[in-house]
C-alpha cells in the first residue's frame, strides 16, 4: 500500500465550478501537507501550505486537512481553463522532515 | 530569477556516460532536495542536503548516483554508467531552513539515455 493515495483521474469539470480533489494517507506522523501545481513539462508550483489540522484559504483556494481521518483536500472555486493542469498533494512529518511523500497526481480539465 | 534554477533543461547521454545535474536554490535558501519523475509515475524523493552535508539519501539508489552541495556554487546530482531506467524528470527544491518549511521546485531536468 502507497503512504499517500490520490486519484489520478482525469477530472472534468466545466468552467467556473467548483474542483475538489483528495488524497489519503497512512503514515500518522505527517504533519504538514502541501499541494501544488504542475503544468506540462513545468516543475510543481507550491499552491497551498498546511501545518496540522485545519482549513486554510487563500483565494480561490481552500486547502482542508483532517488527520483523524488521514485526509486531505483542495477546493478551486471558480475554476478557469487556465486551472487545467496536474494537482499534486505532498506531506511530511515525523522523522522526516525534509522528504515530501508525494500522491500520484490529480490532471484536471476545466472546458469552457 | 529568484527562483531554483536547475540546467540543463533537458540532457541526452548514451549509456555507459556520466550525467551531471545541477541545481541553484532560490535566493536565501540553503537546503536543497532533489526528486525523480518516471513516465505515469509520480515525485518520488532522492536525496536532503545542507552546504556541505548530506542530510537524508534514503532515496538514492545504492550504486552510480550521488550528490553534493558544496560550500560555493550549485548542488550537483551525478549519474555515473547511465542505464535507460534512468531516464527521467529530475527536479530540484529547496527551502530556507529546517523542519516544517515549504519546498520550491525548479522546472527540472528531463534527462534522455540513447
Known amino acids: 500500500q502507497k503512504e499517500v493515495e490520490q486519484d489520478p483521474g482525469p477530472l472534468s469539470v466545466p468552467e467556473g465550478a467548483i474542483v475538489s480533489l483528495n488524497c489519503t494517507y497512512s503514515?500518522?506522523?505527517?504533519?504538514?501537507f502541501m499541494w501544488y501545481r504542475q503544468y506540462s513539462r513545468k516543475g510543481p508550483e507550491l499552491l497551498m501550505y498546511t501545518y496540522s489540522s485545519g482549513n486554510k484559504e487563500d483565494g480561490r483556494f481552500t486547502a482542508q486537512v483532517d488527520k483523524s481521518s488521514k485526509y486531505i483536500s483542495l477546493f478551486i472555486r471558480d475554476s478557469q481553463p487556465s486551472d487545467s493542469a496536474t494537482y499534486l498533494c505532498a506531506m511530511a512529518g515525523g522523522d522526516s522532515w525534509g522528504k515530501l511523500q508525494f500522491g500520484a497526481g490529480t490532471q484536471v480539465v476545466v472546458t469552457p | 530569477n529568484a527562483g531554483v534554477m536547475q540546467n540543463p533543461r533537458h540532457l541526452v547521454r548514451r549509456r555507459g556516460q556520466e550525467a551531471r545535474l545541477r541545481c541553484s536554490p532560490m535566493?536565501?535558501?540553503?537546503?536543497v532536495y532533489w526528486y525523480r519523475q518516471l513516465p505515469e509515475e509520480g515525485l518520488k524523493f532522492m536525496v536532503y542536503?545542507?552546504?556541505?552535508?548530506?542530510?537524508?539519501e534514503s532515496g538514492m539508489p545504492k550504486e552510480r548516483f550521488s550528490a553534493e552541495f558544496p560550500k560555493e556554487g550549485p548542488s550537483i546530482l551525478r549519474i555515473q554508467q547511465v542505464v535507460r531506467g534512468d531516464s527521467a524528470a529530475y527536479f530540484c527544491a529547496s527551502s530556507p531552513g529546517t523542519g516544517a518549511q515549504p519546498q520550491h521546485f525548479g522546472d527540472g531536468t528531463r534527462l534522455s539515455i540513447l
Open positions: 542536503l545542507q552546504k556541505e552535508n548530506i542530510i537524508d
Open positions: 503514515n500518522s506522523a505527517f504533519q504538514y
Open positions: 535566493k536565501g535558501h540553503s537546503h
